[in-house]
């Protein structure tokens, strides 16, 4: 079993950041695509970035409803995967949770095998 830690979420107003971590190893982010899902009371799981393995050139994608106000990155030194959210919504309230799929990037939940515990994020004013 793999093991992914997220931390950082909390309560912000909208129009604040936040920034999210996802604690790794180096092996995870040299072979696996890690992506970032979040899951809202009454709502489906849903795909909101994405960030591929070392060895596959660590491309990037993003849902279009976090286009532009979302951007993730990894720093190999601290084996860490991040999500910098700016511009925050009500709608991105969500416990988000980050994951490993051993093959590219997709949305789907389904593909990813390795899951962290979560962390609540809450926009309100």
């Known amino acids: 079993q793999l093991q992914l830690v997220e931390s950082g979420g909390g309560l912000v107003q909208p129009g604040g950041s936040l920034r999210l971590s996802c604690a790794a190893s180096?092996?995870?982010?040299?072979?696996?695509?890690i992506g970032w899902f979040r899951q809202a009371p009454g709502k489906e799981r849903e795909g909101v970035s994405c960030?591929?393995?070392?060895?596959?050139?660590?491309?990037?994608n993003y849902a279009d409803s976090v286009k532009g106000r979302f951007a993730i990155s990894k720093d190999n030194a601290k084996n860490t995967v991040y999500l910098q959210m700016n511009g925050l919504k009500p709608e991105d309230t969500a416990v988000y949770y980050c994951?490993?799929?051993?093959?590219?990037?997709?949305?789907?939940?389904?593909?990813?095998?390795?899951w962290g515990q979560g962390t609540q994020v809450t926009v309100s004013s």
């Open positions: 994951a490993a799929n051993w093959r590219l990037c997709t949305s789907r939940a389904t593909d990813f095998g390795s």
């Open positions: 180096a092996f995870i982010l040299e072979h696996a695509a």
């Open positions: 960030i591929n393995s070392d060895r596959s050139g660590s491309g990037t």
